[in-house]
């Protein structure tokens, strides 16, 4: 960012707009994405043939070039975890010196790994293992492990500090809890992850897994097996003991499954294979990377540059999309006083509750006299009385709409059936912006 700034200086402009950073950081991790990525897999995997096919795998994967390309946290932890696996293998392979200076990278990438996601530990817990027999016969190898991840968690905390809490001093330190341990309470409370939406257990290995890897997976049960596969596995299985399961939390274990993947024994087979492969990202790539949630980004930078000031401010409520980048409002949250007000999957009533509480009275009294914007997929048939006008207390005002948007997280499939579901959520596509307001008569 640094850099970026400097190069637009040189143009004349002082500020770097939010549109420009944006794609320059979802284009610097596309180029992360496949640099370190494939370098990992040439590492991991030592067949020249079943390498290549790997590389091949992955690279064409649409996870890679459209989750993989955001600046996910997942997408984060997808390259450190590789990078573990792959120094854990390099000291093991090392049988003739303890591997310091490798351990003591390592030891910085876990920490690093750990802050970065709590769920990072559920990837590298095999390989950790591994390493148990190695660190009897050479302690020198945990000892600078073990160092260089102390000093990298002193690091960690003072950034945290530094960041979250800059007005006090540093020995605030120790009267609270580091970022990944609030994390991980966080996510072990079922009331906390109701709020985000709960999935049954078995959904990372029967919906996400086929979502991921499609026709893929066929092959990852056919014999002979790669050890490889004990990792992703292993992880998966305990991801599934948080209630709430996204296929984003399984980013870090596709290259591992992928790189696993052995070909078909006949020509004939693997030109199935790699046909229904190609059609399946095609697809999914369009899918997920145009239209599910899609509307989150245009619609941030629409506000940005169309709302205008208020004298009293704006609280725009987002409800039933990803979390909004705030700094894609190029500063308007404190010069036009716009509040992002994240409700994520909050419950239809309890939304329409808090649009109520934040609105003017009627009978005077006006609890916070702000306008409200409300931003939600066009597919939430809660909203269809307040939007045709049958609430006469209520006017709804339609500013903007991207129509590159789909819902996908908003299925239901037991209550409205497979054709019922997909006229609503594809028929009814869109992300618009109201502003909401209370009739008084």
């Known amino acids: 960012m640094v850099v970026l700034r400097w190069l637009w200086t040189e143009t004349g402009k002082?500020?770097?707009?939010?549109?420009?950073?944006?794609?320059?950081?979802?284009?610097?991790?596309?180029?992360?994405?496949?640099?370190?990525e494939d370098w990992a897999i040439h590492d991991l995997v030592h067949s020249p043939r079943q390498r290549r096919i790997a590389v091949l795998l992955v690279s064409s994967s649409y996870v890679t070039w459209t989750y993989q390309t955001h600046t996910f946290s997942n997408s984060i932890e997808t390259l450190v975890v590789l990078w573990s696996v792959v120094l854990v293998q390099r000291i093991l392979e090392n049988k003739q010196r303890s591997s310091v200076y490798t351990a003591g990278i390592l030891g910085s990438l876990v920490v690093f790994g750990i802050f970065n996601r709590v769920t990072f530990p559920a990837f590298v817990l095999v390989p950790g293992v591994y390493l148990i027999p190695h660190f009897t016969k050479k302690p020198f190898t945990l000892l600078a492990l073990l160092?260089?991840?102390?000093?990298?968690?002193?690091?960690?905390?003072?950034?945290?500090?530094?960041?979250?809490?800059?007005?006090?001093?540093?020995?605030?330190?120790?009267?609270t809890s580091p970022t990944p341990l609030r994390s991980l309470l966080y996510n072990l409370s079922s009331s906390n992850l109701s709020t985000h939406g709960l999935h049954p257990r078995y959904n990372h290995f029967l919906i996400n897994i086929p979502l991921l890897l499609g026709p893929s997976i066929p092959l990852l049960l056919t014999p002979p097996y790669s050890p490889r596969l004990l990792l992703p596995f292993t992880a998966t299985l305990l991801l599934t003991l948080i209630p709430h399961q996204e296929p984003r939390f399984l980013l870090p274990a596709i290259p591992l499954f992928l790189s696993s993947v052995r070909l078909p024994s006949t020509r004939k087979r693997t030109r199935i294979f790699i046909g229904t492969w190609?059609?399946?990202?095609?697809?999914?790539?369009?899918?997920?990377?145009?239209?599910?949630?899609?509307?989150?980004?245009?619609?941030?930078?629409?506000?940005?540059?169309?709302?205008?000031?208020?004298?009293?401010?704006?609280?725009?409520?987002?409800?039933?999309?990803?979390?909004?980048?705030?700094?894609?409002?190029?500063?308007?949250?404190?010069?036009?006083?716009?509040?992002?007000?994240?409700?994520m999957g909050m419950p239809a009533a309890k939304f329409l509750a808090t649009i109520e509480s934040k609105s003017v009275s009627c009978t005077g009294r006006s609890t916070a006299p702000k306008e409200i914007i409300v931003?939600?997929?066009?597919?939430?048939?809660?909203?269809?009385?307040?939007?045709?006008?049958?609430?006469?207390?209520?006017?709804?005002?339609?500013?903007?709409?991207?129509?590159?948007?789909?819902?996908l997280d908003d299925m239901e499939w037991a209550e409205e059936g497979v054709s019922g579901t997909l006229r609503r959520v594809v028929g009814r596509r869109g992300l618009t912006a109201w502003r909401v307001g209370r009739i008084c008569v």
């Open 147 to 175: 160092l260089s991840a102390f000093l990298t968690i002193i690091v960690a905390l003072l950034t945290d500090h530094a960041f979250h809490r800059p007005s006090l001093p540093v020995t605030h330190i120790l009267n």
């Open 375 to 407: 931003v939600a997929p066009r597919s939430s048939t809660e909203l269809d009385p307040y939007r045709a006008g049958e609430e006469k207390e209520w006017r709804w005002e339609e500013l903007w709409t991207e129509w590159r948007h789909l819902n």
């Open 14 to 36: 002082e500020k770097v707009a939010p549109k420009i950073i944006y794609y320059t950081l979802r284009g610097v991790m596309f180029i992360l994405s496949f640099v370190l």
């Open 278 to 343: 190609l059609a399946f990202n095609v697809f999914l790539g369009i899918l997920m990377g145009i239209f599910h949630q899609g509307g989150v980004i245009p619609m941030q930078i629409w506000l940005g540059e169309h709302q205008q000031p208020q004298k009293l401010g704006a609280d725009i409520l987002w409800w039933r999309t990803y979390s909004p980048p705030v700094w894609l409002l190029d500063g308007k949250a404190s010069e036009a006083g716009l509040q992002t007000i994240d409700l």
